[in-house]
């Protein structure tokens, strides 16, 4: 209640003209998450290619700058979409705790889960593992690293934000890199799913045999 007109006044929410901030913020955030789903729906269908800004911007229903404020070169926007893409591997990983009863069994689901959402969209698998393989000065998001440490998570039940150990890391590293190989080979063909999974469960036993 203010002193000289009465009014009630919200003490917990500031504003900027006549729009508080909570607002603001909240609808800046279903707009980013518009632009994130609309590059993701062409990505699933024409991969990275088919993610022109302009297209975007007609999809997620917003102008052409205001995707450019939230998204300043295409890269960035395929960053968004496949961190997107991690983010729900790990919340299903909270979901539906592992069954593995091993390290190795358990890193192995997590990849065969990754594998089987990612080949029902395979534009998109292709645009994840085109990411992972380009260099730290194209893509400012090392998803590789994210890849590691969802693996040592679910093997050994480590803190995806906690220091790992190096050596642990660079073994999860190890079967990350057989895994990018598989999705590969499935994308031209090459391989079954029944096939990678044999593969990852052999590099999982052998990698993994110490944790």
């Known amino acids: 209640m203010t002193a000289n007109s009465g009014e009630r006044t919200d003490p917990d929410v500031s504003t900027v003209g006549a729009q ?19 590059a993701a729906a062409l990505a699933s269908r024409g991969g990275i ?35 997107e893409e991690l983010d729900l591997l790990q919340e299903s990983i909270a979901r539906r705790p592992l069954s593995g009863t091993s390290p190795a069994e358990r890193a192995v689901e997590v990849l065969m889960r990754a594998t089987r959402g990612l080949m029902r969209e395979p534009e998109l698998a292709d645009a994840l593992v085109r990411s992972m393989l380009l260099t730290s000065e ?11 440490r969802l693996l040592l998570q679910a093997a050994v039940g480590q803190d995806p934000e906690a220091d790992a150990d190096p050596d642990q890391l660079g073994l999860a590293y190890l079967l ?6 598989e999705l590969l080979q499935l994308l031209k063909g090459k391989h079954t799913l029944s096939q990678t999974q044999r593969h990852l469960e052999l590099a999982a036993e052998r990698l993994l045999q110490d944790f």
């Open 138 to 148: 194209d893509i400012k998001v090392d998803f590789g690293d994210r890849v590691d």
């Open 20 to 38: 508080p901030i909570g607002l603001r913020a909240r609808n800046q955030l279903q707009r980013r998450a518009r632009i994130v789903k609309a």
């Open 176 to 181: 990350q890199s057989v895994w990018v190989f």
């Open 49 to 83: 290619e088919a993610m022109q800004m302009r297209t975007v911007a007609e999809r997620a229903g917003v102008a052409l700058g205001t995707l450019y404020r939230y998204f300043p070169s295409k890269m960035d926007l395929v960053v968004a979409v496949i961190s």
